[in-house]
């Protein structure tokens, strides 16, 4: 196991990150002694995920921080989206899927059997790959966490949630004027910032993003990309993304699976430009994936 926090140097940096070895599977948070603990927002400690007798997820740790955009990177059926989804517990709704070790959410172990799960959800986030709004109008997509959240006391505090919700999911020109509209009438773009809004709404501290552009074209791939990099002072955020140019461009911290293991994760520029793992280097060179 390598620490690569530097310790040595007067002021150490806010935030740093281990190289997680895969040399002996345990990929246990090193570095994470050396950062400023409110800053990690998330910790998942030794966490393997089963469906039925299938393991899908092997021994994983790894620390989300708060104002850092995470990528989850790796082949095709390599665990991405399984680990993404136990971060908020999505995999509760699979009844073969299992679990072991921990997952915490400031501290807090988000499987322990007190944890309101609906509640957790609206502290954890989540936007799927196919925009999915409600079939109701573009305000109602919106309104509907806080108001079963009891976010708002009246009709104006409502108002201001949603027009919040979605200026800050850069869709507020948009759409100010036909907030009644379906919300399933818009652009698929603009769905997904819809959703992204309705993630918004209910004021969570983590946003989990399962490929959240890849039913999109172009230039809605960018202005999501834009909105990332917008978001990404307020929550902290994790993308799944079968794109390593997108995990460069919108991510400060990389981690690279493959075939249920996590075997490296750092700082997104090493990553790209100097893997420590030759298993990296040959997934970020196009020799596999
Ligand atoms: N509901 C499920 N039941 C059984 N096995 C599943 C289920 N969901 C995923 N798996 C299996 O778990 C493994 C990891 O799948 P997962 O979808 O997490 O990978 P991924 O890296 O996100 O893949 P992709 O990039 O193709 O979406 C795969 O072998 C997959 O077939």
């Not at 966490?47 to 021994?59: H, L």
């Not at 791939?221 to 993304?241: P, S």
Request: hydrophobic letters at 35%; aromatic letters at 6%.
């Amino acid at each position: 196991m390598q620490e690569t926090a530097q310790t040595s140097s007067p002021v150490p940096p806010p935030i740093d990150i281990a190289a997680h070895g895969e040399q002996d599977g345990s990929a246990s948070n090193v570095a994470a002694e050396n950062v400023e603990a409110a800053k990690v927002k998330m910790r998942a400690s030794d966490v393997s995920i089963y469906y039925g007798e299938k393991k899908a997820i092997d021994n994983v740790s790894v620390d989300v921080f708060s104002e850092y955009v995470t990528a989850f990177i790796g082949p095709s059926g390599c665990g991405k989206s399984t680990f993404l989804r136990a971060l908020n517990r999505m995999n509760d709704t699979i009844p073969s899927a299992r679990y072991t070790g921990k997952i915490e959410l400031d501290g807090e172990d988000i499987y322990a059997s007190g944890m309101d799960v609906v509640q957790l959800r609206a502290r954890v986030g989540m936007v799927f790959q196919k925009p999915n709004p409600f079939p109701k109008s573009i305000y109602d997509n919106i309104a509907y966490g806080p108001k079963i959240h009891g976010l708002a006391e009246s009709k104006s505090e409502l108002d201001a949630i949603v027009e919040k919700s979605l200026r800050r999911a850069g869709l507020w020109e948009e759409v100010k004027d036909r907030l009644s509209d379906s919300g399933t009438a818009l652009s698929g773009g603009q769905q997904q910032r819809l959703c992204i809004a309705r993630a918004i709404a209910v004021d969570p501290e983590v946003i989990l993003m399962d490929e959240p552009c890849s039913a999109l074209d172009p230039i809605a791939t960018a202005k999501i990309e834009e909105l990332i990099h917008e978001l990404r002072g307020r929550y902290a955020i994790v993308i799944v993304t079968h794109s390593m140019q997108q995990a460069a461009r919108v991510s400060q911290r990389t981690a690279f699976f493959h075939l249920g293991n996590l075997v490296e994760y750092g700082h997104t520029s090493d990553i790209f430009t100097n893997p420590k793992q030759q298993r990296t280097q040959d997934y970020i060179t196009g020799r596999y994936g």
